[in-house]
């Protein structure tokens, strides 16, 4: 998790090195194949589950090194921009699944993963809105102006640092949404960013201030849980961490 926390950091705020010639658009490309390996290590789908989450890693590859060989091409950026929303939506819905399912997922206190998974989703949300701003500028061109230069076409390393200023519900104002799509596009973000602070963090606090409390919802009798990830750390020993003790239920 720490690893492709890192990852994803790296790839959405280190998008300045596109902008220093090839070598770092190469540098930058290989950053995308880096965080499909950890993000589909991270969920760890189960059985033919993994068809999906293979499927979206092969697209988004596929269109992130077109994308780097020939940037000029509307459609093939417009290819990259969906994969990245598919995939990134994909984790994100993972990662919140194990975030909000944590209580009954896991009998022992994973904290820091919670708070890890937690920011990459929130990560991966401000990415998934780049890719949907970059949508919308590649089919209708001039929905977004950079203030500071008007007259310049807006690229998506623009488009990325307006996602994340709106997900923070910062505005600085330099970058501006134009059409009507677009303004209501970034005011969904700005909402969604303000909805995932609120939520999130409560959801962490109530584990953190019973992580192991007793589930006073009923006994569980849907049997395993194997709809999201398993992001919980192997048992060195092999044994089963749900299993009961008879000594130690008659001390």
């Known amino acids: 998790m720490a ?11 280190a998008y ?13 490309t290989l950053l995308y194949p880096v965080v499909v390996l950890l993000g589909v290590r991270v969920v760890r789908p ?7 989450v293979a499927v979206l890693s092969v697209v988004f590859l596929f269109f992130g090194f077109w994308s ?27 990662l919140l699944a194990f975030v909000f399912r944590y209580g009954k997922q896991h009998r022992q206190p994973h904290g820091p993963q919670l708070i890890m998974a937690a920011i990459c989703a929130y990560l991966l949300l401000g990415g998934v809105f780049a890719a949907l701003f970059g949508i919308i500028e590649t089919l209708t061109p001039g929905a977004f102006e950079n203030s500071l230069a008007p007259h310049q076409s807006v690229g998506w390393q623009d488009l990325t640092y307006l996602s994340f200023v709106t997900l923070v519900t910062l505005g600085y104002g330099d970058m501006v949404p134009l059409t009507p799509w677009a303004r209501s596009l970034a005011t969904g973000e700005a909402v969604a960013g303000t909805l995932f602070l609120t939520t999130v963090i409560a959801r962490i606090v109530g ?14 009798t849907s049997g395993p849980d194997t709809s999201g990830p398993d992001l919980s750390e192997p048992d060195p020993s092999g044994s089963d961490p749900g299993a ?7 001390s």
């Open 244 to 250: 009961t003790d008879p000594a130690a239920d008659r």
């Open 46 to 52: 189960r059985g033919r589950r993994l068809l999906p």
């Open 16 to 28: 300045p090195l596109t902008l220093h010639g090839q070598a770092g658009e190469l540098l930058y």
């Open 68 to 94: 780097a060989l020939t940037p000029d091409q509307p459609m093939v950026r417009l290819g990259l921009f969906a994969a990245i929303v598919l995939f990134q939506s994909y984790l994100i819905l993972q």
């Open 3 to 13: 690893e492709f926390l890192a990852a994803a950091v790296l790839l959405h705020f």
């Open 207 to 220: 584990a953190y201030v019973s992580p192991s409390g007793p589930d006073t919802s009923g006994p569980d």
